[in-house]
């Protein structure tokens, strides 16, 4: 895999763990669609500015016949991340953050199961990196004593979709526009989130202006640049990588809560922290050829 591909991606995952400290504070008084539908909205500004300043080298890919669209397979994309960051986002009101992380982020092990189920060969080293940095991710989300609540099945189906939508990406980042799929997709997000947050809650304006700065943060750092860079990134990774790169959203959520709200890590988070790097690291290995 490119060195770009695995910075894009870690940066992605940095923007995204970091929002976590956003959310909390973002959430206080406001339900997830609240919450969601402006954070989207913002998003699909920030990423709309790119594409103006894109004009131009787009109109030199038309005139070549390099150009193809990404609005249409955006808005495919757009309904699965609805769906995936909806669940998430709905889960956390009954289940913690780091249960919803460890959970969430089972897509490290069902990526490469999907992507062998659509005809991509998948090495060793691809498995024994996901199930490093898995085990890895359970000691730092997870307490000793874990039990399965309605929170844990809703982030739980989740996760399918969130791998859905990376196996997605991963089929279409290299063949289209990606700012352009980037701005359909949170496009859906942000007219579904607003649709079910007239439809499930009560929109206050007021809650939405106190908490504009975790909505800032959340809508366009972590909306528009890092799922703009999970596409672009997803260009020069393999989808079991990407999905264990993306996975460190926990590591970095972590971390920031440790150094923003002052949390502690024991020594097992530490360890689960070691072991994810272990992960990335021997997921990288051998990469050549593993493409279909």
């Not at 300043?53 to 890919?61: P, T, V």
């Not at 990606?178 to 009560?202: D, G, H, R, W």
Request: with cysteine; hydrophobic share 55%; glycine share 10%.
């Amino acid at each position: 895999m490119e060195l770009r591909g695995t910075l894009m991606l870690l940066g992605a995952s940095f923007l995204w763990g970091t929002t976590f400290v956003a959310q909390m504070s973002g959430m206080d008084g406001l339900g997830p669609f609240s919450y969601a539908a402006p954070r989207f909205l913002l998003g699909v500004i920030s990423v709309i500015v790119v594409w103006l300043l894109q004009s131009k080298e787009r109109a030199k890919l038309r005139r070549a016949g390099k150009y193809k669209s990404g609005f249409g397979v955006g808005l495919i994309s757009g309904v699965i991340m609805f769906v995936a960051s909806s669940l998430q986002q709905v889960s956390m009101v009954y289940t913690t953050a780091g249960k919803a992380a460890f959970i969430t982020c089972l897509y490290i092990v069902f990526v490469p199961i999907g992507a062998v189920l659509l005809g991509k060969i998948i090495r060793r080293e691809n498995w024994i990196g996901a199930f490093t940095a898995l085990v890895g991710l359970y000691l730092l989300a997870v307490n000793e004593e874990f039990s399965l609540g309605i929170g844990d099945v809703i982030v739980f189906v989740s996760s399918f979709f969130w791998t859905a939508q990376i196996l997605f990406i991963d089929r279409f980042a290299s063949r289209v526009d990606v700012i352009e799929l980037s701005v359909a997709q949170l496009f859906v997000c942000f007219v579904f989130s607003s649709i079910a947050m007239t439809v499930f809650e009560t929109p206050n304006v007021g809650a939405m202006l106190d908490a504009w700065f975790p909505i800032f943060y959340g809508g366009v750092m972590s909306a528009g640049v890092a799922f703009t860079l999970q596409i672009y990134g997803q260009k020069y990774a393999e989808p079991s990588t990407a999905a264990i790169l993306m996975s460190f959203e926990a590591l970095f959520g972590a971390l920031s809560s440790w150094i923003i709200l002052g949390e502690q890590m024991s020594s097992r988070e530490i360890f689960g922290c070691a072991l994810m790097l272990i992960g990335m690291i021997v997921s990288q290995l051998k990469l050549s050829g593993a493409r279909r």
